[in-house]
């Protein structure tokens, strides 16, 4: 079992940045692929982005290629997703979820084993 706890959500205008932060607790980060996903009101949850479990290789949805970054630190079990250049399109609850089942990450919802709470990321025009 593994528990993920997100924070650094918030109310920013477009064009800024914010930087969230998912926490493992109960089991080694390391031993997971994370991801990050956002919904928004009314729509089905969206892959953002992706890391291997050694933090070496990541994959992003178009929507936020070049803008966003996600990273790692195992050390700290904790990984990360900075988001530059923010969009009104980008307002969402945020998720980050840790994949048990491969070394890669996946973009694919139903791969990932456990989920955060979420964190509300707001974007104004």
């Known amino acids: 079992q593994v528990q993920l706890v997100e924070s650094g959500g918030g109310l920013v205008q477009a064009g800024g940045s914010l930087r969230l932060s998912c926490e493992a607790s109960?089991?080694?980060?390391?031993?997971?692929?994370m991801g990050w996903f956002r919904q928004a009101p009314g729509k089905t949850r969206e892959f953002v982005a992706t890391?291997?479990?050694?933090?070496?290789?990541?994959s992003y949805a178009d929507s936020v290629a070049g803008r966003f970054t996600i990273s790692r630190n195992n050390g700290k079990n904790t990984v990360y997703l900075q988001m530059n250049s923010l969009k009104p399109e980008d307002t969402a609850a945020y998720y980050c979820?840790?994949?048990?089942?491969?070394?890669?990450?996946?973009?694919?919802?139903?791969?990932?084993?456990?989920w955060g709470q979420g964190t509300q990321v707001t974007v104004s025009s």
């Open positions: 109960g089991r080694a980060l390391s031993t997971f692929a």
């Open positions: 890391i291997d479990r050694s933090g070496t290789t990541a």
């Open positions: 979820a840790a994949d048990s089942g491969g070394f890669w990450g996946s973009r694919v919802f139903s791969e990932y084993d456990y």
